[in-house]
């Protein structure tokens, strides 16, 4: 059984930084495609960040220069580095593993950016 847990939300005034990290139970992520993606109240899902299998990484278009995601494949997590953080950042994360048709979610973790 896939087990992720998201970790490392919290309050953080705009302009600082916080980094999320994706933990896995009971398989490699180094294994899978793992994103990071996040919804915001009322509003749709979203990709922020993807990194596949050989380590290529993938941003959505506005977050490029303030987000990077990365891989431990020693301790089996992925990170989000988030700077800048604007209050439009605000949202529930979460973390999801995809090889082939499966796809895994983790529960999400609330990052709230106050202005």
């Known amino acids: ?3 992720l847990v998201e970790s490392g939300g919290g309050l ?5 930084s916080l980094r ?12 899978l495609t793992v994103g990071w993606y996040r919804q915001a109240p009322g509003k749709q ?9 050989g380590g290529t ?7 490029k220069g303030r987000f990077t995601i990365s891989r431990d494949n020693v301790e089996n997590t992925v990170y ?3 700077n800048s953080l604007k209050p439009e950042d ?3 994360y979460y973390c999801n593993a995809h090889l082939g048709a499966y796809d895994f979610w983790g ?4 990052v709230t950016v106050s202005s």
């Open 20 to 31: 999320l990290s994706c933990a896995a139970a009971g398989t490699r992520l180094a294994a």
């Open 57 to 63: 990484t993938n941003y959505a278009e506005p977050l």
């Open 12 to 16: 953080v005034q705009a302009g600082g």
């Open 90 to 92: 605000t949202a529930v």
């Open 80 to 82: 989000l580095q988030m």
């Open 45 to 53: 899902r979203d990709m922020v960040a993807v990194i596949n299998q």
């Open 1 to 3: 059984q896939v087990q």
């Open 107 to 110: 529960q999400g973790t609330q």
